[in-house]
């Protein structure tokens, strides 16, 4: 256990914009609440919402979260993908694959700990991200409470917590869908430099290439469901409807081929090439 959490510290410090970009949008979005709050009119602002019932000032703070959180996930996508893409490139590139083949860590602990930390552990700082501002809001509300409900309505401790449990599971939601095409990038790295590119536009060349030949065969529409899904999740209000609508076949295969992809890379890092009898006898 202690050799995961060292090795998790490895990524972070390797991969600094991890937890400096989520600081930077954090810091941001303090001066922009601060600047929100206390920079305009505070009388003008309150006049122009008394018009409003308790329900449209409901809407306005969920409005308001909602756009902390939407800004949260899409930091979250953009740092795992990244970090996708030059995890396994970086250590080949750099020559320490040898390094770590070395230690008593095992391939299989090793992409694990790179596959976690891209999709709970960016996650997690992300959500932290939210927590914070969402807190600081409350916080705000405390000792500036005609300031606040002026401009997005009363804050309880409530709604704070109540808005963060969303975000973890939608969060979770999103990583749970990005595992197939973190498998294929995983895979794809040990072969290119750019998996991540050769990933997409492979997907996108295999739907047009299968609607062409294939037409009625449906392939088509998997491989859509196949990277569409996590760009649905983001831009959906109920994430778990989104899976529900999901052919069951197809998101079974879709599975299926993630540990596929994540077998094939084990052993292409071992062997230099696929191998499945080296693979299940060591």
Known sequence: ???????????????????????????????????????????????????????????????????????????????????????????????????????????????????????????????????????????????????????????????VVNNYISFIYNISLLSFALIPLACLIFLISQLSDSPLLIAIIGIYALKIISSLILPDSGLDQFFYQFIQLPSSLVFSTEPIQVFSELAKFSTVIMYILAIIFFVLNLSIQKYGEFNMRNFLVK
């Open 1 to 159: 256990m202690h050799s995961v959490f060292y090795m998790i510290e490895k990524e972070l410090l390797q991969h600094k914009i991890v937890t400096r970009l989520p600081l930077f949008i954090l810091g941001f979005s303090l001066l922009v609440i601060i600047l929100s709050i206390y920079g305009l009119n505070a009388g003008n602002v309150e006049f122009s919402m008394n018009t409003l019932t308790y329900s449209d000032m409901f809407n306005v703070q969920q409005s308001f979260s909602t756009v902390i959180s939407f800004v949260a996930t899409l930091i979250s996508i953009l740092l795992s993908t990244t970090y996708l893409s030059k995890a396994i490139c970086k250590d080949r590139q750099e020559g320490s694959l040898a390094f770590w083949r070395s230690m008593p860590i095992s391939d299989l602990t090793t992409h694990m700990v790179k596959l976690g930390f891209a999709l709970i552990i960016i996650p997690i700082i992300c959500s932290i991200l939210v927590l914070t501002t969402e807190f600081f809001l409350w916080f705000i509300s405390l000792i500036s409470p005609e300031q606040v409900q002026s401009i997005i309505g009363d804050i309880s401790l409530f709604s």
